[in-house]
């Protein structure tokens, strides 16, 4: 059941511009709810394209003093940054909580996540470093340097508040950009604090910007002259007409889609392991992950052992509140959602798959709670394999080879994440070395990378040619400078036509 108090009476929730609160002028606004209750708590500021200018002017004019910003003063105040998030992340992972319905547990684990990408960023003066070479012809040094790009943008989903904005926000900034967040609309209020602790860190005003809204603000960032950059994460067709539009436009981007991901269980497997790690990764953060794992593809005999092991699991995972410490899994993010995610077990039978344990039952009155679901036999024509469900409704599909459940992998569109579960060594080689998927993991159910690697799928997983965070994220907000040097003696200087040679 779901109860909608009028806006007015709920917190008003609005923009960040020029290192301050903007109350929205539009008139327009979305309901922003306690998935746990399915009450109305605020009422988000949708954005105008002026609006957008208006962030996007302040990022400008803050660009010509945070470039000039020495290395050594950015570093220093990251490891600000850095300290005040660590230490306040209990409270951050409340408020993330509080809006996307995810448990407090899960929700620190988010900031942890972001707060190491953060970390990574202290060490933006060894990371932005360029290459010399002395006397690369005679009396002519080369040198490489890389600079900002100017204002970048990033436009965020709401399954991961806090972590996703902090994969785009520190590499760009500590490259010396200034940055216009325009992040979900169902779970604003991290991206507003995390700008109050960007200020009391000492980041200049104008620097970080956010601006809340729907597609109106999202079309503004897009076709704006001043953005340099969009990062861009959330389902595949949003991701291909961002990176459509933003590259017409002439900008960069990277745009991060959906996926399905599979994890392959072969006969060799430790059943309970595989069972356990299924678990997880199915309905962790009720399956709101583009890392979930959504189909397990059981090779051979293990397939019957491994339905069961799961079946046995799914009763202990405790549903409930976020903000309970009991609870295991919590609410989806609304109730739309909800009844969308429900929608695929209601149609299951129909296509010839087998409803193992039905998540619509014994589910709370209040709130957008739908429990763990398990599908089996499911084929790869169906829906419930097909399209991307992002909820707790993990599906079975078997097979009778490994090459069988290889192909199945390389030809999804997706190519986000993939798994394997496996005792023997050379198959987990073999597996990384021909699957068709920008992220792997070996008895590893979600192999999201640490941050000094780069994360990004594959396929219809991504739309532009670099990954999120680590190097790839340096090489995105900047851009490359060669620098060919001499400083002759006046007395050997002549006219020379020819093209220029190496001696």
């Keep these: 059941m779901t109860e909608t108090v009028d806006a007015p009476s ?9 290192g301050r609160r903007v109350e929205g002028g ?3 606004s979305g309901p922003v709810y ?10 988000v500021d949708f954005a105008t394209a002026e609006e957008v200018d208006a962030a996007v002017q302040a990022a400008h004019s803050a660009f010509a003093g945070w470039r000039e910003t020495s290395l050594a003063k950015r570093a220093e105040l990251f490891f600000r940054i850095r ?3 660590h230490a306040r992340r209990e409270e951050l992972a409340e408020v993330l909580t509080s809006e996307h319905g995810k448990v407090l547990s899960d929700a620190l684990g988010e900031v942890t996540r972001g707060l190491e990408v953060v970390e990574h960023c202290c060490g933006i003066p060894t990371l932005i470093k360029g290459e010399h070479s002395e006397q690369a012809s005679t009396g002519l040094d080369v040198y490489s340097i890389r600079q900002p790009l100017g204002v970048v943008a990033g436009i965020t989903p709401f399954n991961f508040p806090a972590m996703v904005p902090m994969w785009m926000w520190a590499p760009a900034i500590a490259c010396g950009n200034c940055f216009v967040l325009k992040p979900s609309e169902k779970d604003p209020s991290p991206s507003l604090w995390v700008a109050e602790l960007l200020k009391e860190a000492g980041l200049p005003d104008g620097v970080f910007n956010v601006v809340m809204g729907d597609r109106v603000a999202v079309d503004a960032l897009l076709e704006h002259p001043d953005v340099a950059a969009i990062s861009f994460v959330g389902s595949t067709p949003i991701a291909r007409y961002v990176y459509e539009k933003a590259t017409a436009s002439g900008k960069r981007c990277q745009a991060l889609g959906g996926a399905k991901n599979h994890m392959i269980v072969l006969p060799d497997a430790d059943v309970n392991a595989a069972a356990d790690a299924a678990i997880s990764a199915g309905y962790g953060s009720a399956g709101e992950r583009c890392m979930a794992v959504s189909m397990v593809v059981a090779v051979g005999d293990v397939a019957q052992p491994l339905v069961d092991a799961i079946r046995e699991r799914i009763p202990r995972v405790k549903v409930g509140d976020g903000m309970d410490p009991a ?14 995610v429900a929608s695929y077990l209601e149609n299951a039978p129909g296509e010839g798959a087998t409803v193992v344990v039905d998540g619509r039952e014994g589910v709370p009155e209040e709130g957008f709670f739908l429990n763990p679901s398990l599908l089996d036999d499911v084929t790869p024509e169906m829906k419930a394999y097909v399209d991307e469900i992002f909820g707790p409704v993990l599906g079975v599909t078997r097979v009778a080879t490994y090459e069988e459940a290889v192909r199945l992998v390389n030809e999804s569109p997706y190519g986000n994440g993939v798994a394997i579960f496996t005792r023997d060594g050379g198959a987990a080689r073999q597996f990384q070395f021909e699957v068709q998927a920008g992220m792997v993991g070996i008895n590893v159910p ?3 990378p640490v941050a000094y690697y780069s994360f990004g799928g594959w396929k219809s997983s991504l739309f532009g040619d670099r990954h999120v965070y680590g190097p790839e994220a340096i090489d995105f907000y900047t851009r490359g400078k060669v620098v060919t040097s001499r400083w002759p003696d006046p007395a050997t200087s002549k006219i020379d036509l020819g093209f220029p040679q190496t001696r």
């Design 327 to 340: 609870s295991e899994m919590g609410p989806l993010v609304t109730a739309e959602h909800r009844d969308r």
């Design 83 to 85: 300290e005040l998030l």
């Design 26 to 28: 539009s008139g327009r």
């Design 10 to 18: 709920a917190t008003r929730i609005p923009h960040w511009i020029g």
């Design 34 to 43: 306690n998935p746990a209750t399915g009450r109305q708590t605020g009422a």
């Design 446 to 448: 979600i192999p999201v």
